[in-house]
């Protein structure tokens, strides 16, 4: 095992959510993952807003076909264990498991982000292979092409929080594209990988027919309903959670009830599913047996708050219109989203809706339920500048 190759870490974290009280078992996608896997050279990209469970399923990938630990003691019990491929894949496959929000927020600069992915990567891929005739000054790109030719080996790549570099302060617009070329180097055409998985909150900015990472497909929660009943929670599901916490919490200490579930933590629209749950907050409801918002107000929210100070495009009428329960018009566009500078009203609300500030269905925007409709609330009543009425 190493820091990033057949690491422990993923499976760690799956297990410790698969032993929860309140866990939902979405290992079906696996079914799918293994086709790909099998296929070879196959490239997703899933991306979510923040708590919907994204880092929870990219470690459920990881610690399902990595080698180096065995985790037939968790999946053993789950939906996936009945699959006729289960035992062909379980912990078979060498696993690249990085989570790039670690090594950006122990980074001062572009150069120590990079470093802290290629040098841990490279000493981990030479440790595990000492038969390789690997060449001085490598890269880990080129230690892992070299691995492949000489004894046939592929990868399969999990990348989790894949965009959290670009919000950081110290990256510029050059840093950007060399982390997107990096990307490209470790993915695209190379024999090795068996399967890339990749998420975030920004989709990749598909700008052109010759973007970088086109190789990858791409799923969002707005345009692409494939995977989307692994992120989140439908009402059949939290009925389920529901039913969990009455037989944990004795009736008179329990202070949520199923409406108010609802209430505060519903509201998303996905186009085959309809309307699913924030899952994060959903079950924190549950731990903590109290109902509130378990939102919390920084990084993005932050930035677009920006935008709507200074009420770009006049964004303020809209935000108007929807704390007082109103739908509005919008063209949404994900990938103008990924704009580090939002221009017009269509992008700012295009990024509220990425960010899981809005909920978006039929042309029209609106803030999706209770917890979100406070945090607008208090937000405007603590900031001045956003007093709209």
Avoid at 62 to 71: L, M, Q
Avoid at 130 to 147: H, R
Avoid at 348 to 359: E, H, K, P, T
Avoid at 361 to 366: A, L, M, N, Q, T
């Amino acid at each position: 095992m190493g820091y990033y190759l057949n690491s422990s870490k993923a499976f760690s974290l799956y297990k410790s959510e698969a032993n929860k009280p309140y866990f939902v078992d979405k290992t079906d996608m696996l079914k799918d993952l293994i086709l790909l896997a099998e296929q070879g050279n196959s490239h997703i990209c899933i991306t979510r807003p923040r708590r919907f469970g994204k880092s929870v399923m990219a470690a459920m990938v990881a610690a399902f076909f990595g080698k180096g630990f065995d985790s037939s003691g968790v999946f053993d019990l789950l939906k996936i264990a009945g699959d006729e491929k289960y035992r062909t894949h379980l912990n078979q496959h060498h696993v690249v498991y990085i989570n790039f929000s670690d090594a950006a927020n122990l980074s001062e600069n572009y150069e120590d982000f990079i470093s802290r992915i290629e040098r841990p990567l490279s000493k981990d891929l030479r440790r595990s292979f000492p038969d390789v005739d690997f060449w001085d000054g490598a890269s880990p790109i080129e230690d892992l092409g070299m691995i492949h030719e000489e004894i046939g080996e592929s990868f399969i790549l999990v990348f989790d929080e894949w965009d959290c570099i670009f919000r950081k302060p110290y990256i510029s617009d050059d840093n950007r594209r060399s982390f997107i070329n990096f990307l490209a180097a470790l993915t695209k055409d190379k024999g090795y990988v068996s399967l890339s998985y990749m998420t975030g909150v920004l989709p990749i900015a598909k700008y052109s027919s010759g973007s970088t990472i086109n190789h990858f497909d791409e799923y969002t929660m707005v345009t692409d309903d494939k995977y989307n009943r692994y992120f989140g929670f439908t009402d059949a599901e939290v009925d389920e959670l529901y039913h969990q916490y009455e037989k944990i919490v004795n009736a008179g200490e329990r202070t949520v009830s199923r409406e108010d579930l609802k209430l505060w933590y519903d509201g998303y629209h996905t186009p085959s599913l309809g309307k699913v749950y924030n899952p994060r907050s959903v079950v924190f409801a549950l731990e903590r047996n109290r109902i509130r918002s378990y939102w919390t107000s920084t990084g993005p929210y932050s930035e677009i708050a920006t935008y709507i100070v200074n009420d770009v495009d006049e964004i303020k009428k809209d935000v108007a219109l929807m704390t007082a329960g109103e739908e509005v018009d919008a063209n949404i566009n994900v990938y103008a989203s990924t704009s580090m500078h939002l221009r017009t009203r269509n992008e700012i609300l295009s990024a509220m809706v990425v960010y899981g500030f809005l909920d978006y269905k039929d042309g029209k925007v609106r803030i999706p339920n209770k917890e979100l409709m406070d945090e607008f609330a208090d937000t405007i009543r603590e900031q001045k500048e956003l007093r709209l009425f």
